[in-house]
């Protein structure tokens, strides 16, 4: 099957042709021909498989038939919610590409840098906005953009906006919409949580799942080294060293732990650089892309880095220490192997991360293979150290960045809202029930729950064809 057996216009497949797209993949072929009858889609595909051009290339084909009876400013008419800055940058990307021949305008908008700058360019009216949450409601609580004419919603990764405490957030911007609107959900995976959203926001909605929940790409290599806490770094290097990587991706628990590895990777010589939730959005922006232009060979990050990166062709992904949250783990390695292309992914393992990694192969429904590199064996002396929540007791990385006890891994510090406290971007924190993630400029429902290693916690689309 062809992309011209789809329904999109000359002027879309025009630009999907020139970003190299040849055949779309399956869930793209599922997909497209849903949203273009105009039905609610909840669709759930591996990541790497190309969700992104699954909502945005029919979302465009729409939007561009009835393009010209709106004069003057143009209303919002299609609205895409996503978790992260950086997954919201990259559909932006994607949708300028793919509207290229269209007289379609989009904007992306998120927390983290000025407000003043999204609010002059949303005066001259955009067809499509991209947007998390929080800088969402701000910009629309200083009414600076108009929510009630969207046509289109779409929920990308929604199952990550729910871990992240969006919940609160998405029923606000639900009330700003109009009634009669057709709904998209993509994700990765759908939970029962997902699903209980779906029930309440979809209309007789399609179906589309090309993937069991929770697995990892076949395209990916998978293995286990052991190694004691105290080498990790070591062996690290060594690989990345007489393995010639020019180009990897670690990941690591905390902040703290992210900013000190690339530390003393860079004293090994290897060129790396951190990211993660207290660095500024310049910050992360640089980051990515110099390691996406070769000039950084690694880039350290924590989980916020798990769904939003698009790398093209990335060939390493490295777990310098297990997630404790099984589902991350399939999200972290597929960072690679996406889009056709395959990748390794590397698991460094201690003896406090046993029950981690057995809580992962649970998930997996199989054993990762295990390598081991002479001279790195683990010491059988060594007892575990307790993991709660991702701190450890000494040397665990816990430090600054680690969730405090009994909160969930990845959330936001909790506490009492600061009474008539700005927020960013000068707007009120007058909506109940939030607090301010220190350093992501993004404003997260104050919920924090106990964690544990079984508990539920995708990836946009694939870099090839997304």
């Given at each position: 099957?062809?992309?011209?057996?789809?329904?999109?216009?000359?002027?879309?497949?025009?630009?999907?042709?020139?970003?190299?797209?040849?055949?779309?993949?399956?869930?793209?072929?599922?997909?497209?021909?849903?949203?273009?009858?105009?039905?609610?889609?909840?669709?759930?595909?591996?990541?790497?498989?190309?969700?992104?051009?699954?909502?945005?290339?029919?979302?465009?084909?729409?939007?561009s038939h009835t393009n010209a009876q709106?004069?003057?400013?143009?209303?919002?008419?299609?609205?895409?919610?996503?978790?992260?800055?950086?997954?919201?940058?990259?559909?932006?990307?994607n949708v300028q590409a793919y509207s290229?021949?269209?007289?379609?305008?989009?904007?992306?908008?998120?927390?983290?840098?000025?407000?003043?700058?999204?609010?002059?360019?949303?005066?001259?009216?955009?067809?499509?906005?991209?947007?998390?949450?929080?800088?969402?409601?701000?910009?629309?609580?200083?009414?600076?953009?108009?929510?009630?004419?969207?046509?289109?919603?779409?929920?990308?990764?929604?199952?990550?906006?729910?871990?992240?405490?969006?919940?609160?957030d998405i029923r606000r911007v639900l009330?700003?919409?109009?009634?009669?609107?057709?709904?998209?959900?993509?994700?990765?995976?759908?939970?029962?949580?997902?699903?209980?959203?779906?029930?309440?926001?979809?209309?007789?909605?399609?179906?589309?799942?090309?993937?069991?929940?929770?697995?990892?790409?076949?395209?990916?290599?998978?293995?286990?080294?052991?190694?004691?806490?105290?080498?990790?770094?070591?062996?690290?290097?060594?690989?990345?060293?007489?393995?010639?990587?020019?180009?990897?991706?670690?990941?690591?628990?905390?902040?703290?732990?992210?900013?000190?590895?690339?530390?003393?990777?860079?004293?090994?010589?290897?060129?790396?650089?951190?990211?993660?939730?207290?660095?500024?959005?310049?910050?992360?922006?640089?980051?990515?892309?110099?390691?996406?232009?070769?000039?950084?060979?690694?880039?350290?990050?924590?989980?916020?880095?798990?769904?939003?990166?698009?790398?093209?062709?990335?060939?390493?992904?490295?777990?310098?220490?297990?997630?404790?949250?099984?589902?991350?783990?399939?999200?972290?390695?597929?960072?690679?192997?996406?889009?056709?292309?395959?990748?390794?992914?590397?698991?460094?393992?201690?003896?406090?991360?046993?029950?981690?990694?057995?809580?992962?192969?649970?998930?997996?429904?199989?054993?990762?293979?295990?390598?081991?590199?002479?001279?790195?064996?683990?010491?059988?002396?060594?007892?575990?150290?307790?993991?709660?929540?991702?701190?450890?007791?000494?040397?665990?990385?816990?430090?600054?960045?680690?969730?405090?006890?009994?909160?969930?891994?990845?959330?936001?510090?909790?506490?009492?809202?600061?009474?008539?406290?700005?927020?960013?971007?000068?707007?009120?924190?007058?909506?109940?029930?939030?607090?301010?993630?220190?350093?992501?400029?993004?404003?997260?429902?104050?919920?924090?729950?106990?964690?544990?290693?079984?508990?539920?916690?995708?990836?946009?689309?694939?870099?090839?064809?997304?």
């Amino acid at each position: 099957m062809s992309f011209d057996s789809l329904g999109l216009s000359a002027e879309i497949l025009r630009a999907v042709e020139e970003q190299g797209y040849r055949e779309p993949t399956p869930i793209q072929r599922q997909a497209i021909p849903v949203v273009l009858q105009g039905r609610d889609l909840m669709a759930s595909a591996q990541t790497g498989t190309g969700k992104t051009a699954g909502f945005t290339l029919p979302l465009l084909n729409m939007l561009s038939h009835t393009n010209a009876q709106f004069k003057g400013r143009r209303p919002v008419r299609a609205l895409i919610l996503t978790p992260t800055r950086e997954l919201a940058a990259q559909i932006g990307e994607n949708v300028q590409a793919y509207s290229k021949y269209l007289t379609l305008r989009s904007m992306v908008v998120f927390g983290g840098v000025s407000i003043n700058p999204q609010m002059l360019k949303l005066r001259g009216g955009v067809d499509v906005l991209i947007a998390t949450p929080g800088r969402l409601l701000d910009l629309e609580h200083q009414r600076a953009v108009d929510l009630s004419q969207v046509e289109i919603l779409v929920l990308d990764e929604a199952d990550r906006m729910l871990d992240m405490g969006f919940i609160h957030d998405i029923r606000r911007v639900l009330a700003k919409l109009p009634a009669k609107r057709q709904n998209l959900l993509f994700s990765a995976t759908f939970s029962d949580e997902i699903k209980g959203l779906a029930s309440k926001l979809l209309t007789n909605p399609a179906s589309v799942e090309v993937a069991r929940r929770n697995t990892a790409s076949e395209q990916i290599d998978q293995t286990v080294h052991f190694v004691d806490k105290k080498r990790k770094r070591e062996l690290l290097s060594q690989m990345i060293g007489e393995g010639d990587w020019k180009q990897v991706l670690v990941f690591n628990r905390t902040k703290h732990g992210a900013n000190h590895l690339a530390e003393q990777l860079n004293k090994d010589g290897i060129t790396a650089a951190a990211i993660h939730g207290n660095k500024s959005q310049g910050a992360r922006t640089r980051a990515l892309a110099d390691f996406k232009a070769g000039s950084v060979r690694v880039l350290v990050a924590t989980d916020i880095a798990a769904r939003g990166l698009d790398i093209d062709m990335l060939p390493h992904v490295v777990n310098y220490e297990l997630p404790n949250v099984p589902e991350d783990y399939v999200h972290r390695i597929g960072r690679t192997g996406r889009a056709e292309a395959t990748g390794e992914a590397v698991s460094l393992v201690c003896v406090d991360e046993h029950k981690l990694l057995r809580d992962i192969e649970r998930l997996l429904k199989r054993e990762i293979p295990r390598v081991a590199l002479p001279g790195y064996e683990p010491d059988p002396s060594i007892k575990a150290e307790p993991i709660i929540n991702g701190r450890q007791g000494s040397g665990g990385g816990g430090g600054r960045g680690a969730p405090r006890q009994g909160q969930r891994p990845g959330a936001p510090r909790t506490g009492a809202p600061r009474s008539g406290a700005p927020r960013p971007g000068g707007s009120s924190a007058a909506r109940s029930g939030t607090s301010e993630n220190r350093g992501t400029g993004e404003n997260r429902p104050a919920r924090a729950r106990p964690a544990h290693a079984g508990q539920r916690r995708s990836g946009p689309a694939g870099s090839g064809n997304k």
